[in-house]
């Protein structure tokens, strides 16, 4: 069952996640970690969630990761992420890994899938280009088409068109919908894996694994009764806790930082 969290009343499943004894802290960004923009390369961390990675990255046995759908390359510039940066990166719904002093985990698209990859792109941008509003992105391991600038009737005629491209030409690639967004990956990863993959190289005793979307219920879940799902905005879901916006969840990473703090005092 879902509950609402309510910021002015002390939460004990909170309390107990803050007191384990390896915490990874794992944020879906965009809708998340940040508002939602027309834009998609112009979201940003609310500085305010900035400020709270930054309070929980400095404490002992305590791992930040962002896990998003971007590909690598993409999430490190919404991240403002530098190469000394204590954060972790899950990139491309978990195909993808940064680890601090790590780096990038060498991951290669196969040949013959970035092949079909740019044939596509080159088909799907007249398609696209009648679709007011409707913009293409391409992808580490496939394509995104987004509709967040486009009115509702043109974006569903265009991600229709696009359905019918990959139905007829890449009929065995993931397909994705999310926020305003329609997505094909040449990758069958999700969420759910990059979950896993963080588990076992953190070690984490307890995940916070927070989003707002539909790819973000593949994380919620796996997670396990240690762990703590949280919803952020309205639609079903298997998260245990529900916020309602970015901005609670800035307030909950902050609450999080101050009792994990006090409890290694």
Known sequence: MTRTWTPEIPDEEVARLARTARLLIALDFDGTASELVADPMSARA?????????????????????????????????AEHADDSPVVLAGSHGAQFWYPG???????AAAEEDALRDQ?????????????G???????????????RAELDVEQAAFDRVDEVFARRARHWRRRTGDRILEFSSRDEGKDAAIAALRAHTRATGILFAGDDVTDEDAMRVLTADDLGVRVGAGETAASLRVDSPQQIARLLGVIATERAAGRE
Do not use: Y
Not at 102 to 108: A, F, L, R, S, T
Not at 134 to 145: A, Y
């Open 134 to 148: 409707v913009e293409l992105e391409k992808k580490t391991f496939g394509i995104g088409i987004h509709g967040r």
């Open 46 to 78: 609310l500085p305010a969630v900035s400020e709270a990675v930054t309070r929980l990255s400095a404490l002992p046995d305590t791992t930040v990761a962002f896990v998003s759908g971007r590909s690598l390359v993409h999430l490190r510039e919404i």
């Open 102 to 108: 790590e780096g990038e985990q060498d991951v290669v």
């Open 120 to 132: 596509l792109l080159g088909e799907l941008a007249p398609l696209i280009a009648e679709h007011p």
